[in-house]
Structures are given as C-alpha cells and as structure tokens.
C-alpha cells in the first residue's frame, strides 16, 4: 500500500481528493490537509510515501512547499492552472492533474505512482562490485603515475577538463586530467554523482541537510573525524536519483 497525504485549501476538492484515493485498491489515505503549513507540522512526526497536493494555496503554495522538503516523498500536483505544469516536472513531480479531473485522469496518475514507487522499493540487487569497492585505480598527476585505492576517495570535484580527487589519507586532492564520466564508469556502486561537479562516496556521508550532503572531515592519519565539515551541493537534475538511494536506506517514520 502507498501511504498517501491529500492536501488542498478548497474543502471540496480535498474531498473529491480524499474520495479518489479510497477508491483506488493500492492507496491508503494516510491524512489530509487544508494548509501546506499543516501538512509540513504533519511530516514533522509522521511520514507517508507519496502527496497529492494543490499549487495555488495561501501562505506557502504546494510548489514551494514540496520544494522545502529535504527528502520528498513522490509527488502528484493539482491545480486548476496549466502554467505550472513545466515547473511542477522540475521538481521530479510524478503526474501533474489539472482541475476539473476525473477519477479516470485520477486513476492513471495513480498507476504512475504505482509505477515509481515500486521502482524506488526494487530490493537491490546483488552487488558483484564487493571487490571492486576494495580495489586500486591509477590516474596521472604531475607527470607521474599514482595508485588510489578507491575507498580512500571521499569525493570528486570536477574543475573543466580536470579533476580532484579528495583522499581520506591525505589534506590535498590528487589533480588529474580526465573527464568526471570516464572516472564515474570506473566506480563501484558506493559511489554517485550528485551534482554536475560533484562525485561522492555515499559511504562517506554522515548527513543529507536540505539540497546538500555532509561528509565529515578526516584526519589524514588516524582518518578519525576532526572539526570542521565538508558539504557538497546536490544537483536538480541529480536530485531523485539520490533521494531513491535515501528512500531505499531509510527506517521508520
């Protein structure tokens, strides 16, 4: 079952909401909502795994509110105005329903929903990176060739035709000539691009606050965690791909 919020400031469009969703097998109505601002104190000690949720709403619209979220839940937007149709894509939104919908305009949203959300629930596979993650890489440098061993890498930061690779063994990044894509294809599974600059090893994060991840700073020899963080933005276009990451690692509510 998909938990779902209803969220709409018109009390008979939050009740046409609230009756389509009991009338599909696969959605349970988790709550509802007549504010944004109701719904983001509702999030605050309860989760849910997808929101339907207006645009056009006093004090905080659906659009911005959705985009307030560190980690959104999947989103399907009404509103009675077509204009927000690109922007509500923007945001990685599901479906976009435009007032007056039927149930049958309802249903097909919802079976995209479906769709995206046993995606992001797909048990991972087997990873048959186990030893990759364990393994070396060689890259050139100052006219010479170094070896990585690739857990060592915290992040790689892309600088035009160049790239830095920050060590958790050593202060200053290894700099290198080489395209982020041909580094990114060499990596196991552990690691994701997050940002257009930015490649990052996941396990290395220690919190994901707004639009950014966190990585705590290492010390280059007892690789312990000293004062002093490291944050690296995450990318819109990047963005759905690593809340799925999230999504799939997340326990309780």
Do not use: W
């Not at 995606?119 to 993650?133: C, G, R």
């Not at 393994?135 to 061993?149: E, L, P």
């Not at 894509?181 to 930015?198: C, D, G, Q, T």
């Amino acid at each position: 079952m998909i938990r779902c919020l209803a969220i709409d400031d018109e009390p008979l469009a939050l009740s046409q909401l609230v009756t389509y969703i009991n009338k599909v097998s696969f959605l349970e109505l988790a709550a509802q909502c007549q504010s944004a601002l109701e719904a983001r104190e509702y999030l605050e000690h309860d989760s849910v795994d997808a929101i339907f949720c207006d645009i056009n709403m006093p004090d905080l619209n659906g659009m911005d509110f959705v985009k307030s979220l560190a980690v959104p839940p999947l989103v399907v937007f009404t509103t009675a105005y077509s204009e927000y149709a690109v922007e509500g894509f923007r945001v990685n939104a599901v479906d976009y329903l435009l007032k007056p919908f039927g149930l049958q305009d309802f249903q097909r949203a919802a079976n995209r929903l479906n769709e995206r959300f046993e995606m992001k629930n797909k048990k991972p596979e087997s990873s048959s990176d186990a030893d990759t993650s364990h393994a070396n890489i060689y890259v050139k440098t100052d006219y010479r060739t170094v070896k990585i061993a690739i857990q060592d890498i915290r992040y790689i930061e892309g600088m035009s035709e160049y790239l830095k690779i920050h060590l958790d063994s050593q202060p200053k990044p290894i700099i290198t000539l080489l395209a982020m894509k041909v580094l990114a294809e060499r990596l196991p599974k552990n690691f994701m691009r997050i940002h257009r600059s930015y490649i990052v090893n996941l396990d290395k994060i220690v919190e994901v606050n707004k639009n950014r991840v966190v990585l705590a700073n290492a010390d280059a020899t007892t690789n312990q965690a000293q004062n002093g963080e490291t944050y690296l933005p995450i990318g819109d276009s990047y963005r759905e791909q690593f809340n799925e990451y999230l999504d799939s690692r997340y326990l309780g509510k």
